[in-house]
């Protein structure tokens, strides 16, 4: 396996005790933070076509969620042994709209200006597969509410905060700037930054991945 990213310790050559089947920098700063050892690798997966498949069937957002971070995890397990694999995805809905990650600056304005002045809420999926099954999950919830945003301060937003926006499926982060575009916040703040992480220790504990 060619690591995208890896942990700090000086062992780099020895098996790691988890993998993160993504590229996400806040997810890997939030595992990094919790004192996780840890190998960072991409799962490249068709989420519009999953996303499109399962809006048709009428699938909620959740379920979507565990599916893409699921797929995520399989992708990599099948050639991770018994090394655990963690996937994640994140939706946002708003009066039932699933918003994607904006691809540029026109369409972060576009998201900005959709959840302007209303509530949304994020839901964070995790799933932890060995061997290419899924051994444990969990679903994260928040409600996020925006204060209304005029077209000026939603674009000298963008000039702050640059690109950072792309990576966000509000095009916002929390722990940012994007903390000046809110009036309430309500659940977790992993979950809002993608990882319901609380329960995903609890179960690595479980597993003996980390000391309890």
């Not at 039932?96 to 691809?103: C, E, H, L, N, Y």
């Not at 095009?171 to 309500?186: D, H, I, P």
């Given at each position: ?56 069937e009428g699938a909620p957002a959740e379920d979507v969620a565990v599916m893409l971070a699921e797929m ?140 309890s």
């Amino acid at each position: 396996m060619t690591p995208v990213s890896i942990r700090d310790d000086a062992d780099t050559a020895a098996e790691p005790r988890l993998i993160l089947a993504s590229q996400s920098a806040a997810r890997a700063q939030l595992l990094k933070g919790a004192g996780l050892d840890f190998l960072a690798l991409p799962a490249r997966i068709d989420e519009t076509a999953v996303k499109e498949a399962m809006a048709a069937e009428g699938a909620p957002a959740e379920d979507v969620a565990v599916m893409l971070a699921e797929m995520k995890a399989r992708r990599i397990s099948g050639r991770a042994g018994r090394v655990p694999v963690l996937g994640c995805d994140q939706m946002l809905v708003a009066d039932g709209r699933w918003f994607d990650k904006p691809a540029d600056r026109d369409e972060a304005r576009a998201t900005l200006e959709a959840l302007s002045g209303r509530r949304h809420e994020l839901i964070s999926a995790a799933v932890v597969t060995i061997d290419g099954a899924r051994v444990w999950h969990a679903i994260g919830r928040a409600r996020l509410t925006m204060r209304p945003l005029s077209p000026a301060f939603i674009d000298r937003y963008l000039d702050r905060a640059g690109e950072a926006v792309l990576g966000s499926v509000g095009a916002y982060q929390l722990e940012g700037l994007g903390a000046q575009l809110f009036s309430k916040v309500e659940g977790d703040y992993f979950t809002i930054l993608g990882l319901p992480l609380i329960e995903l220790l609890d179960f690595l504990r479980l597993r003996g991945v980390i000391p309890s």
